[in-house]
């Protein structure tokens, strides 16, 4: 199977120049090393804004040979009076084929519940979109020896509005992102992310990646350890570290 290898750029970079400019690299790169395709699925999640103008990049023909679009959020309705928010088919009507869902900075600094989380799951599903469930305990929790705990119950409530077992696995993939190694340069040792991993294997069947401080030195640790593929936040700013990563996850 493929490995996964996932963009979150979050709230960078601030111009539709620079986001053009980093999806162009990125994309003539994979272009030029095709090999990189046929072992990796490439997704890139840009902000909401650039999403419309980057998928205007990507050829029809040439489908098979380019990164795949993925939004870093969605909101559950269909339609209506949610100011700000931002529908499942929009995101599906600009060829958007990935969405992230309970990312922790939502979690925790916009104070999303698990109650939103798995209304969002349930809506990316339903829409044919493939969700990345992000999932991962705080420092505090670790500390205390809650982890498998947490992720357990995350993990549950995520899925309560999944009804439909078949449904719920098909194209869900879970990224495990433990909350104190994400953007802190102190990535989760691969021999600890591996307990976790063989944890949550017995628990779901989904991909399961890693994030959380991913760079080109430590990406193919993970690998190596059984992940399907990782989740990469500010290493995903520079074009040329992140196609080291791709590289070395082979
Ligand atoms: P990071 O972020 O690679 O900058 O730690 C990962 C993420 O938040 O998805």
């Not at 870093?72 to 529908?87: P, R």
Request: charged share 25%; net charge positive.
């Amino acid at each position: 199977m493929k490995k996964l290898i996932v963009a979150n750029w979050k709230m960078n970079p601030q111009s539709l120049l620079e986001a053009k400019k980093l999806f162009n690299s990125i994309k003539n790169r994979i272009k030029k090393n095709s090999a990189l395709l046929k072992k990796t699925e490439i997704i890139i999640c840009p902000p909401f804004v650039y999403l419309a103008p980057l998928s205007k990049l990507l050829q029809p023909t040439t489908y098979n040979l380019q990164p795949k679009l993925g939004a870093q959020d969605l909101f559950w309705a269909k339609m209506g009076a949610f100011t700000g928010e931002i529908s499942p088919m929009m995101l599906k009507n600009l060829g958007v084929e990935y969405v992230i869902v309970g990312h922790s900075e939502r979690r925790h600094i916009l104070k999303e519940t698990d109650e939103m989380i798995a209304k969002k799951l349930e809506a990316a599903i339903k829409n044919k979109l493939k969700p990345i469930l992000c999932i991962g305990e705080t420092e505090k929790e670790r500390k205390s020896g809650k982890t498998f705990q947490v992720l357990k119950n995350q993990l549950k409530k995520a899925l309560k509005s999944t009804s439909n077992v078949k449904l719920q696995t098909s194209n869900l993939i879970i990224a495990y992102e433990p909350v104190w190694a994400i953007g802190t340069g102190n990535p989760c040792k691969p021999e600890d992310a591996k307990e976790v991993l063989i944890f949550l294997k017995k628990l779901t069947q989904p991909s399961i990646l890693y994030g959380g401080s991913v760079n080109s030195q430590n990406a193919k640790d993970y690998i190596e350890v059984g992940f399907d593929g990782l989740l990469v936040g500010g290493a995903s700013l520079n074009h040329k570290e992140f196609i080291k990563i791709i590289k070395n996850s082979l």
